[in-house]
Structures are given as C-alpha cells and as structure tokens.
C-alpha cells in the first residue's frame, strides 16, 4: 500500500521561530492535505493542495505540492505558542479498485518555548 | 455550514461487552463518511467508509463493523470488545471522495 514519511517526528523551537516539516512519498498523490491535531481533539484541515507545484498560504502557514507530486512541505512563519500540536500530512490518491484513499503521515509534534 | 459530532467523548467498557459510538453530520446531504482509528495519538488507520445509507466498505478485517442507518448517520459498533480495541476512534465526513476530510472531536475508548 501506499505510505509517507513524514519528517522530523518531533521539534522544539523557541517562540517566533520559523518550522518547516515534510512528507514523501513513494506514489504520486491527487491531492495533498495538511491538518493539526489539539490533544483530545481530532485533526483540523489546515490547507489542500489540488495541482502540483501549487503554492498555498493560510496565515502564517505556507504549504506546497511538489513537482513530483510525491512530496508537499509546510512552513509554518514565526511560531507562537498556540502552534503547539501534531501536524499530519495526507496525500490522497487512486486506489486499484477505482476509489480515491487518504493516506497519513505519521506526524510531527511541534512544542514552542515561550 | 457542515458540523460533524461524534459521542460519546469518553468511553470505558470491560472486555467482552458490546459498543456503539454515534456519528452525525449536519448541513449537507449525501456525505462521505468514514471511521478512523488513532492509536497512541500518532498515525490514523480507515476502518470504513461510507459513499451511501447502507453502503460500508471495511478496509480492515477486525472485531469491528459499521452501519448507516440513514443519510448523515454512521454508527461503529462491536458485539464482543477486546482489550486491542482500545484507541482513540474519529468520524470524517467529505463532500466527495476525492475532496478533504473534515473530523470529529472523536471518542477515546478504554478497555478494561
């Protein structure tokens, strides 16, 4: 099956740090999604990609879909504290039977230092 | 605009009792819908999906089933829990299959 590396696992930066985090993968993928995860909570949809090489910002988040279209990064510009949280990665693609499937990265947990 | 609410938010069972966690969307007709398993609150793994009322595609075989009794309803269940069961279960809707997933607050289940 289709899988992603997500990389790095875990950071800490210090306050108004700059954080880039990325996925890979070994197929190509329709689309690339990123969420953020609270505690206790379930994932929050942060920014879809739809073409490769498309460029997206939310805010302070930048996120791209590679040329490749195996590969997306997010940059997340000077972090504060609420930042805080498991970023996934989701690359959705073809199945062999025709379906489309959203396949997770295993995330990265950003902790900010005040 | 579109809410998904899922409970209970908490549940604890002894293994070997039945389970019912509820899923409903709200403001949008003929969804996706999906169950989830997030264990230790790192990757999530598809259990089912959902394209129709009636219509349950497993992508795992497991102690678990699902049903979708009416349009924006989706119901995971179990007759029988074991203690693998444990986790951290999380309901998605989506407008299309090919369009992003939007999640539950989920339901954390322990068994004891």
């Known amino acids: 099956g289709q899988q992603l590396n997500q990389s790095p696992q875990s950071m800490f930066i210090q306050e108004g740090e700059d954080v880039s985090m990325n996925c890979t993968s070994s197929?190509?993928?329709?689309?690339w999604l990123w969420y953020k995860q609270d505690p206790g909570e379930g994932p929050v949809l942060l920014i879809a990609?739809?073409?490769?090489?498309e460029l997206t910002s939310n805010g302070r988040l930048t996120a791209q879909f590679g040329i490749t279209r195996k590969d997306s990064f997010l940059n997340i510009s000077a972090s504060i504290p609420s930042d805080v949280g498991i970023y996934f990665c989701?690359?959705?693609?073809?199945?062999?039977?025709?379906?489309?499937?959203?396949?997770f990265g295993k995330g990265t947990k950003l902790s900010v230092i005040p | 605009s579109q809410t998904i609410h899922q409970w209970p938010a908490t549940l604890v069972q002894p293994v070997g009792s039945p389970l019912s966690l509820e899923c409903t969307v709200e403001?949008?007709?003929?969804?996706?819908l999906y169950w989830y398993r997030q264990a230790a609150g790192r990757g999530l793994q598809l259990l089912f999906y959902?394209?129709?009322?009636?219509?349950i595609s497993s992508e795992v075989p497991q102690n678990l089933s699902a049903s979708r009794p009416q349009d924006r309803q989706f119901i995971l269940s179990s007759k029988k829990l074991l203690l693998s069961d444990s986790g951290f279960y999380l309901c998605?809707?989506?407008?299309?299959?090919?369009?992003?997933?939007?999640f539950g607050d989920g339901t954390r289940l322990s068994i004891l």
């Open positions: 998605a809707w989506s407008v299309r299959q090919d369009q992003p997933q939007h």
């Open positions: 989701a690359g959705q693609g073809l199945t062999g039977a025709g379906s489309y499937q959203l396949t």
């Open positions: 403001g949008t007709s003929n969804p996706n």
């Open positions: 197929s190509i993928f329709n689309t």
């Open positions: 990609l739809y073409k490769a090489g």
């Open positions: 959902s394209v129709g009322i009636g219509q």
